[in-house]
């Protein structure tokens, strides 16, 4: 692969996704990773301010976290609360099964295009505002406004974190989003036996009331006015070119153009970092519309949860008479599938990358990490004929249960990796970048969670879930496109990519 990249004087414009990540020679003018990896360079590379989010203490990086992980689990248990007692809610409001996953279809929907408005939002005048006001709409309307869960998150982890080490939190973001998910029907089976259906509603509500008070106490502003973003410099025997047109080429600690002198900071207190609002945020030109827009001009796996989720109820409740209890307690399998799949997709993910980079003299292709897609080839069709064909068949309810795991994990997978392939590929716009995938995946949820109950009881489950399966094997067969193709695509977007990017450097807004 090495043989492929061209970095002479001649090389033209720098291409997004490609990064020098690994000072093979020891010989780049750039800061560096600290302990066991100080061969890794820090991109981006942070400037002089110590509020600056990349430059912040472990400490407080993880309290950050931390509040992302607590604002995840809370909105995403109250997302899928329904989904091991949707008999029972069919039951005593007489509506059908199919009204009910059409209504989670439009939850799905709704929570991708709500993005092109949160997104924006966040991005030009705060994300800390945006979380609480999330947080606490959702205690009130369950769920109505909580898109920010689906794409805001991904880039609070970008914010603080370098291309390193961001794999493995965004994994642990991908198990809080994907585990909720699995670990809300658990909790709200028992809750329907013991105390009715109703109740899992209300105890959702608590819990954002709980997570919300954290929230305001505890979360940190982590957007930050950036014109340009550090990149490393290599000595002249490394001929890496430096271009302006991308964010993370740029070198570090630059000085301002009206003083001969670099910048004083001056630390924020805590009741700073309470703030509603930044004054930053307030101050730098107004791209709203523009970052509404771009998302719909600049793909996404499906992911089969939604298939999941839609037919529990009916093959576990329906074909093996589990008990709301025991249909939530079902879903300690897929919490684990998804536990492994963060796992693999995170920290050895990042291990993965890192040793990609290592045997490409130091560069950092973002394709690297579409390589740990390849267990999907197997695990998805897999998973899914097993769930349907086994319950068709009569299987032991075990065979079930254990496809439940590998389905929740490859949806992990595909989670973690597509989106952390996206914030490599384009990362001075992920935020937008984002909104893009989270508007194909979720649409594309949309009509599977609209169209599963007729798609089983037309077909049967058996035809429908072998039909699902080599579905779900094109589908991660288009992976091997992008990683033969990945970079060349990302060459032919160079022109426009370095358009936007400048506009939003000007703005003080590159990620």
Known sequence: MADDLDYSADAGAHVPGTVHLVDLLGTMHARHAQGGEKDIVLVPAPSDDPDDPLNWSPRRKALSTLCMCV??????????????????????TGLTLDDLNQGTGYMFLFFGWGCLIWQPLALQYGKRPVYLVSILATLATQDLLGPPIESLCEISVTDIYFTHERGRYIGLYALLLAGSN?????????????????????????????????????????????HTAGAPISSPGTATPVD?????????????????????????????KLKLFQQADLEKPNEFIGMITRPLIIPHLPL?????????SLILGGTYNFSPS???????????????????????????????????????????????????????????IL??????????????????????????????????????????????AIVTVIL???????????????????????????????????????????????KELRKMSVPRYSKYVEQMARSGMVH
């Open 71 to 92: 604002y995840t689990l809370m909105v995403g248990i109250a997302s899928a609360a329904i989904y091991s007692v949707l008999e029972p809610i069919s039951e005593e």
């Open 304 to 312: 089969w949860f939604n298939v999941l989720n839609a037919t529990a």
């Open 387 to 432: 769930w349907g064909v086994g319950a068709a068949q009569g299987v032991h309810w075990f065979g079930p249960v254990f496809a439940m795991g590998v389905i929740a994990m490859t949806n992990t997978f595909g989670l973690q990796l597509s989106v952390a392939y996206c914030i490599d590929s384009y990362r001075a716009l992920s935020g937008e």
């Open 244 to 272: 302006p047109a991308d964010p993370e080429k740029f070198a570090p600690s630059r000085i301002s153009a009206e003083s001969n002198e670099a910048p004083l900071h001056k630390r924020k207190t805590y009741l700073n």
């Open 182 to 226: 699995f670990f809300a029907p658990i909790i709200a089976g028992f809750i329907n036996d013991g105390m009715g259906w109703q109740w899992g509603l209300y105890w959702c509500a608590i819990f954002c009331g709980i997570g919300f008070i954290f929230l305001f106490l505890f979360m940190e502003e982590t957007n930050y006015v950036r």
């Open 326 to 384: 025991m249909v939530g307690l079902a879903y300690v399998s897929p919490l684990l599938g998804v536990a492994i799949g963060s796992a693999y997709t995170g920290v050895l993910g990042d291990w993965w990358v890192i040793r990609k980079a290592r045997k490409n003299n130091g560069i950092m292709e973002s394709e690297h990490r579409l390589w740990l897609f390849v267990p999907s080839l197997l695990c998805i069709p897999g998973g899914l």
């Open 440 to 486: 194909v995946r979720n649409t594309m949820g949309f009509a599977i969670g609209y169209g599963i109950t007729p798609w089983v009881t037309d077909m049967g489950l058996q035809n429908c879930f072998i039909t699902a399966g080599f579905v779900g094997l094109a589908q991660v067969c288009t992976v091997a496109v992008m990683i033969r193709y990945g």
